[in-house]
C-alpha cells in the first residue's frame, strides 16, 4: 500500500504514535508491530485521540461564599487552537 503522506507528516505521525505508546506503556518496535493485542492497539490510539481533541474540561467543588455549609461545582472548558 503507497502512502501519500509527506516524509515530515510521516515522521510526525510516527513520533506522536511513539509518544502515546509510551505514555500507556506499550513497548512498540521499529517497523511492524503486528504483534500487538488489540488493547494495546486500541489503547494507543486512543491515547491520540485523547491528546488531539481540542476541548478540555475539568471540574471540582468550592465551599460556597454566600451560604455556608454549602459547596458549588465549578466547570471549566477550554478550547484548544493553532
Do not use: C
Amino acid at each position: 500500500m503507497k502512502s501519500s503522506m509527506v516524509p515530515e507528516a510521516k515522521d510526525a505521525m510516527e513520533r506522536f504514535k511513539n509518544e502515546a505508546a509510551s505514555e500507556v506503556g506499550v513497548s512498540l518496535k521499529q517497523g511492524y508491530n503486528g504483534d500487538l493485542t488489540s488493547r494495546q492497539a486500541g489503547s494507543i490510539g486512543g491515547q491520540m485521540v485523547k491528546d488531539m481533541k481540542s476541548e478540555r474540561k475539568t471540574s471540582f467543588y468550592r465551599n460556597d461564599r454566600t451560604a455556608l455549609g454549602h459547596s458549588v461545582k465549578i466547570t471549566y472548558i477550554a478550547h484548544l487552537t493553532a
